[in-house]
């Protein structure tokens, strides 16, 4: 399935939405997000896998003041489309308390009957230069 234009807007939007609630702790509000059984993957992170929205509104409020100053994302690709499931890769740019840190996003989109949400999210931590 070619994506349309209002789906490619609808996923870059929401890929952007992620870092504002984030950012603002509005995590009452992560089903505008996350599918309610999404696995999050943040191995490389340190902090596991966490599956389904109460882990992940868990988790954030566990790192409190570690958790980024800001989320920034970049170079979002809409990599696939089928029928109502899509595979999104994208840059993302966490400003620490102790400096930034650069990650790559790996994310299933899903279309449910409230809009298209993330499914599935592996974040993996830039470590190096050039590293395939």
């Known amino acids: 399935m070619t994506p349309t234009t209002a789906d490619r807007v609808a996923i870059h939007e929401l890929i952007a939405l992620h870092g504002h609630l ?3 702790g509005e995590l009452d509000r992560l089903d505008e997000l996350f599918t309610e059984d999404v696995v999050y993957d943040v191995e490389d992170l340190g902090g596991g896998l966490l599956q389904g929205i109460p882990a992940i509104r868990q988790a954030a409020q566990t790192l ?3 958790n980024p100053l800001g989320h920034h994302t970049t170079n979002v690709v809409l990599a696939e489309l089928r029928d109502d499931v899509g595979r999104v890769l ?3 740019i966490g400003v620490n308390m102790d400096g930034s840190s ?3 996003y790996e994310d299933v989109v899903q ?3 409230r809009g298209w949400r993330l499914a599935a999210r592996k974040v993996r931590l830039r470590r190096r230069p050039l590293e395939p």
């Open 64 to 66: 409190g003041d570690q």
């Open 90 to 92: 994208y840059k993302g």
């Open 22 to 24: 984030f950012d603002a």
């Open 111 to 113: 279309r449910t009957a």
């Open 102 to 104: 650069t990650v790559i």
